[in-house]
């Protein structure tokens, strides 16, 4: 099954405490990029990737780093998680750079206390 | 409508009608557009796109329009379901590589 995979679901930690949301793609797509969602501001870009070892940042990239060593994988890093990072998150890929086809994971909400 | 304050603006219609739901976007440069349905516990899932030479594509049950004088895209869902309830968001691609989101519209659909 085609999909974008984000794990974990759920995460609550502690301010400093370094944190990985992990997120794999099957559909061999060049494009991907991380999403945060919080109430009534839609969703935000944090950064994005054309490729392999291409990244760049988006709308809102403070506080965040990413890679792309490999074509399916996009983690996302939070080196020192704070409160205000606290969010919805959502992992994208897509084939095209046109975003026709962009395919979502399933989230991962993140509590930083 | 688009929103991007606290609270999303709500749209109720009886199952059956049609519904519309609009968005504002911001850059006229913009060159594509897309709506998303988001159900709840769930990410975006993609449902129509338009390119800014058209002003009028169908799909399924729903139509997109866009009017490129006032910036403004539509989406037309005909004979709303129980399942159609969500939030939908548009967003336009107006930097090459950077989608760009509305605050959402959510959709209730009463039986």
């Known amino acids: 099954e085609a999909q974008v995979t984000q794990n974990p679901r759920y995460l609550i930690t502690v301010t400093g405490k370094k944190l990985t949301v992990t997120c794999s793609q099957n559909?061999?797509?060049?494009?991907m990029s991380w999403y945060r969602q919080d109430p009534g501001l839609g969703l935000r870009q944090i950064y994005y990737?054309?490729?392999?070892?291409?990244?760049d940042k988006g709308d809102v990239p403070e506080g965040y780093k990413v890679s792309r060593k490999e074509k399916r994988n996009f983690p996302l890093i939070l080196e020192s998680p704070s409160p205000n990072q606290t969010s919805l998150y959502f992992c994208?890929?897509?084939?095209?750079?046109?975003?026709?086809?962009?395919?979502f994971g399933s989230g991962t909400r993140l509590t930083v206390v | 409508g688009e929103s991007v304050g606290l609270h999303l603006p709500t749209l109720s219609v009886q199952e059956g009608d049609n519904s519309i739901i609009n968005c504002a976007y911001s850059?006229?440069?913009?060159?594509?557009f897309i709506w998303y349905k988001q159900e709840s516990g769930k990410g975006p899932q993609f449902i129509i796109d338009?390119?800014?030479?058209?002003d009028k594509r169908q799909g399924q049950r729903v139509t997109v329009l866009l009017n490129k004088t006032v910036k403004h895209l539509s989406l037309q869902i005909a004979a709303t379901q129980p399942g159609d309830s969500a939030v939908y968001f548009c967003?336009?691609?107006?930097?090459?590589?950077?989608?760009?989101f509305g605050g959402g519209t959510r959709l209730m659909v009463k039986p």
């Open positions: 994208a890929s897509s084939h095209h750079k046109e975003h026709y086809g962009y395919t």
């Open positions: 559909m061999n797509h060049e494009y």
């Open positions: 990737s054309m490729n392999v070892e291409v990244t």
């Open positions: 850059n006229s440069a913009s060159d594509y």
């Open positions: 338009i390119r800014s030479n058209m």
């Open positions: 967003a336009e691609n107006n930097a090459g590589n950077m989608l760009t």
